[in-house]
């Protein structure tokens, strides 16, 4: 396990701060949309030329809230919280455009919020909303009305971008979007494998958000080749972490010196952003509606629901697991709904499991969770003996 | 949500006296009928139950609104901690945990006995989408078929374009239960029951609207208590029925010079969902300040089109495209234009003096827009707001001292 730990890679020091990245891409000239997580259409937005930045993953860059607090209680979840104090205060520093979906109730309460707030102070940003259907996308009406969204939306992006829809432009973004997405599977299985820290493999996951496709398929390629033909520097015992975003750093790295080793995750901001490849097609409408009708299931899809369980017990299976750490975005309802029954599901199939909360007061400070995940690890130590034990008998 | 007497001398009239007994045969009736083999549907609140009424033999339950029953009957903290005990997080709505609380107890520490077991569990997102994610427990535990009413929310008010969507999806619904239910849907029926509710919210509109007279005919407290039945009778004639012995008695003591809050001098407007565990006590204790809470949102919006305070009639037509039409009645589902549009016309209607503004933890959805909507109407209405912090149906998460603390200082404003 040791080892690996000082295994720094070139493409974790490029990742910047939220903050530090836009400057960077805005001095660049890059048209920046914000979007609002969870899951935008971003290759659509990219093949209008601009650079979409998906809002989430602030919590290490926002320590504050003064702008937040004026607007939302502070039992709104941190994802909203830091991304209205970030809008708030440099949206219009950074952002051209806006982009907003149903993703969640929470989600759903802020564009008039952050949109009246900003039109106050003269600062207003357009701000683009689309619907994606909460039932399944095999019934045909509902099809049928994603598509219409869509078509709206694009006919709403011309207008901004004086620029007509390409369907060239968008095989070229949707090409891109899956490249991406493909490398992020690699990376995430060298992790598997113990050639890269699960730290660092997240880090430049979740950085996708914060730069341009393109910039972020460098970065995977040149770290995949670096780590690539290295040997298994980490071992430990294996587990699966699920959540809305990746525990901070310093919890990741609690993790790996207790002696665990993540071999899969459930993270929204990871696995469920970039487990599914759409088909190529030079039609959005088509697109989208297979991106979003059979995407990594994710509790803010209301259809997948019953695929999700089924999956997480894949990945489990697949990846030889022993443990499951939860990872609770404090004030989600939507993961808090599910964790319930998994943990059920979960510990009838023999997996233990552990659950941590994450909320803006505790993100900064996480001692008291090094203690726990000691424990567990301890736990599952004492599980595998006793289950070796036990196989010795027979 | 409960019956409870909470003016003394006031509330003692027919109308008041028969709710209980209203509530209560509903609930009796809904066993009786499921035990005798109808297709039980549990329903989110703002499922068209009407378009229920056009089978012969579906009844139908809304766990929030029976979540709303347990928390004033008391029981709000023992069902919670039942659920919590079963992993659910003290975040979650207090009506969920009060709901799952007693469907895995098998009815117990509910005044009704709990629900009957559905066979059908239709939810919607309009108001929240973590209504999905409860009926979803119950779809797991039981394998229940979930289906889900997908309503865009509105920024603005509805367009064709969802307004066809949603009509689709009433399609689906229907042949889901036709199939399932082994019932034929009767659109006359559907009409019935539509033509009903629409003559039911039209009384009920003239019920509330005994709030614009000075001293107030009634309390929000009241109307809180008597929208039970919306819950429990939608698409009746004895809910029309009941509508209008209660306007007509509501009426008549304005005649007879009989006020809640006699010596009313503080109006006041409430925004979220009612304060279930503190009805009594709130009420009670506003009258001794010279306050009435008079109106309040989450009733004034019943019946109405978004932004909108008086009924949407339903033409005799199609009642689905009614149905579909209205889908947006409640608070949840708006913006926060729409929000302040309602809350305008009210505060002009019924000479309100001050709003208060419950932030509900347990309601996300309700409650995160309020500090802006409160901004504006203290901005731009120049009305005087407070916020206090209420959970709708946990008492654990109240602190009476807290709140009246604020209440005496928007009383002290609106003197200033
Ligand atoms: S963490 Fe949950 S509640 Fe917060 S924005 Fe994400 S999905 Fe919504
Ligand atoms: S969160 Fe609010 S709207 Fe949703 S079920 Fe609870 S009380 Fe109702």
């Known amino acids: 396990m040791g080892g690996a730990r000082c295994m720094a890679s070139k493409g974790v020091n490029e990742v910047k701060s939220f903050p530090d990245s836009l400057a960077g891409l805005k001095s660049q000239g890059h048209t920046l949309i914000g979007c609002f997580p969870l899951y935008p259409p971003l290759e659509l937005l990219h093949s209008f030329g601009l650079t979409p930045v998906v809002l989430w993953g602030l919590l290490q860059d926002i320590t504050h809230l003064a702008l937040s607090d004026r607007h939302l209680q502070p039992y709104a979840c941190g994802v909203a919280r830091s991304l209205s104090e970030f809008v708030l205060s440099r949206g219009s520093e950074f952002f051209d455009a806006m982009f907003m979906y149903n993703a969640c109730d929470t989600l759903r309460n802020l564009p008039e919020i952050l949109e009246s707030s900003l039109g106050r102070n003269g600062t207003p940003i357009p701000l683009f909303r689309l619907h994606i259907p909460a039932v399944p996308l095999s019934r045909a009406f509902a099809s049928v009305y994603l598509k219409e969204r869509i078509r709206a939306l694009i006919g709403e992006l011309e207008k901004f971008t004086g620029k007509a829809f390409s369907k060239q432009a968008f095989l070229r973004s949707t090409a891109l979007y899956n490249r991406q997405r493909r490398l992020s599977l690699d990376l995430e299985h060298l992790a598997a494998a113990g050639r890269i820290r699960f730290a660092d493999c997240s880090g430049i996951l979740l950085s996708a958000g914060r730069m341009p496709v393109d910039d972020h398929i460098t970065i995977l390629e040149r770290t995949i080749r670096e780590f690539n033909g290295r040997a298994p520097g980490h071992q430990g015992i294996r587990i699966m972490l699920s959540g809305i975003l990746p525990p901070p750093a310093a919890l990741l790295d609690a993790i790996e010196r207790a002696g665990l080793m993540v071999a899969a995750n459930d993270i929204a901001a990871l696995r469920r952003s970039y487990g599914y490849l759409p088909s190529a097609s030079a039609d959005p409408g088509a697109y989208y509606e297979d991106l979003y009708r059979n995407r990594y299931p994710c509790t803010t899809i209301l259809p997948s629901a019953d695929r999700r369980l089924e999956t997480v017990m894949q990945t489990l299976r697949e990846s030889d697991v022993q443990g499951f750490i939860f990872v609770g975005e404090k004030f989600c309802e939507h993961e808090y709904f599910e964790i319930p029954a998994i943990k059920r599901m979960l510990e009838a199939a023999g997996v233990r499991t552990l659950e941590l909360e994450i909320g803006m007061d505790n993100a900064l400070n996480l001692d008291a969770y090094r203690t726990r995940i000691e424990a567990f690890a301890e736990m599952l130590r004492q599980g595998a003996r006793g289950s070796r034990r036990n196989k010795d008998a027979v | ?416």
């Open chain 2, 1 to 416: 949500m409960p019956s409870e007497e909470i003016q003394g001398e006031f509330r003692k009239n027919t109308s008041g006296k028969r709710l209980s007994t209203m509530i209560m045969n509903d609930y009796l009736e809904l066993h009786r009928r499921a035990s005798e083999g109808a297709f039980v549907v549990w329903i989110a609140i703002i499922v068209p139950a009407e378009l229920l009424g056009g089978f012969e033999n579906v009844v139908y339950a809304v766990p929030e609104s029976h979540a709303a029953l347990c928390a004033g009957k008391g029981a709000g903290p023992v069902l919670c901690e039942k659920a919590e005990g079963l992993g659910y997080s003290t975040d979650l709505c207090s009506y969920a945990r009060i709901d799952i609380g007693t469907a895995f107890d098998g009815g117990r520490d509910s005044p009704t006995f709990g629900l009957p077991r559905p066979d059908l569990l239709i939810s919607n997102n309009n108001n929240c989408s973590l209504l999905v994610k409860w009926f979803d427990v119950y779809h797991r535990a039981w394998g229940v078929p979930h289906l889900v009413l997908d309503i865009p929310f509105c920024y603005q008010n509805q367009n064709d374009r969802d307004f066809r969507y949603i009509m689709d999806q009433f399609g689906t619904l229907i042949s889901a239960i036709e199939e399932m239910s082994g019932q034929r849907f009767d659109m006359d029926r559907a009409r019935e029951s539509v033509r009903l509710s629409s003559e039911a919210f039209k009384e009920w509109k003239r019920f509330l609207s005994f709030a614009a007279h000075r001293p107030s005919g009634i309390t929000a407290f009241d109307s809180f208590v008597q929208m039970a039945p919306i819950l429990t009778s939608r698409g009746t004639r004895r809910l029309v029925d009941h509508y209008r012995l209660l306007a007509d008695e509501t009426g008549e003591q304005i005649k007879e010079g009989i006020f809640p809050v006699p010596d009313e001098r503080y109006r006041l407007l409430w925004d979220n969902i009612a304060p279930w565990h503190q009805l009594r006590k709130m009420s009670g204790r506003l009258a001794d300040l010279g306050a009435n809470i008079t109106s309040a949102s989450y009733t004034y919006c019943i019946g109405a089109l978004e932004g909108e305070y008086d009924p949407y009639e339903f033409d005799g037509n199609d009642p689905l495209a009614w149905l579909a039409r209205l889908q947006n009645f409640s608070v949840c589902p708006h913006g926060l234009n729409l929000r302040g549009k309602a809350m305008k016309e009210v505060i002009g209607r019924n000479e309100i003096d001050g709003v208060v503004f419950a932030s509900n933890r347990s309601c996300k959805v309700y409650s995160l827009m309020q500090m802006d909507q409160m901004r504006y109407i203290r901005e731009e209405l120049g009305i005087p707001c407070v916020m206090i912090d209420v959970d709708h149906a946990d008492v654990r998460k109240y602190s009476e001292e807290a709140a009246f603390t604020r209440l005496e200082a928007l009383l002290e404003m609106i003197e200033a």
